[in-house]
């Protein structure tokens, strides 16, 4: 069983009720992976300078997951003393440097792609964007398992699961919020 720290960051203007529920439905969705998750607010505007397109007045996902990592590595956000000790199981100890959740409600872009609802790195971290996302406590909660299960090494799915590719607010709607048997076996092998 793995455990992880999760820093999920919140950017001015994401609402709590977006996120109500958030870390309940990571925990039932990635069982076998012990999460403790923590919570950061943020001026996107200050960190994301760097990231910021102004010719598309967008930010560029790619180069948020990366700056966001670098401050959270370097800056008192990583620095900080975690009380950690209540996943301290069979003397398994979450890794010192926690993942990082972006939630931005900022239109974000990635390569050649008009928008994204959000972006990954394997094991390193995601930003969501609830830009296009209506304002929907279901579609942020999707699109952060979706981000959250290519962290934890799922690739999208055919089937009609939370990690199918969403194309549009339609798509991201009509899918479902929870795996599929063979997402969830994967997630199960991989994460023992």
């Given at each position: ?41 943020i001026k996107l505007i200050e960190l994301g300078v760097s990231c910021w397109n102004k010719n598309r007045n ?14 959270a590595t370097s800056d008192e956000i990583a620095n900080r003393q975690s009380n950690i000790t209540d996943l ?67 690739k999208r799915c055919k089937l009609p699961c939370v990690m199918t590719f969403s194309n549009s607010v339609l ?22």
């Open positions: 069983m793995l455990v992880y720290r999760l820093l999920i960051i919140l950017d001015l203007g994401i609402s709590s009720n977006l996120i109500r529920g958030l870390k309940q439905q990571i925990s039932e969705t990635f069982g076998n992976i012990i999460v403790k998750v923590e919570f950061e607010n967008q930010y560029d996902a790619n180069s948020l997951i990366t700056k966001i990592v670098e401050d301290e199981i069979e003397g398994v100890t979450p890794p010192a440097l926690p993942l990082t959740l972006l939630l931005t409600p900022s239109d974000c872009y990635d390569g050649n792609l008009n928008y994204v609802f959000g972006l990954s790195k394997y094991k390193i971290g995601a930003v969501v964007s609830t830009f296009r996302l209506e304002n929907s406590h279901e579609f942020v909660t999707k699109e952060c398992i979706h981000e959250l299960g290519h962290v934890f090494g799922l798509e991201a709607h009509e899918k479902s919020s929870k795996l599929c048997s063979s997402c969830y076996e994967q997630i199960k092998n991989d994460h023992m």
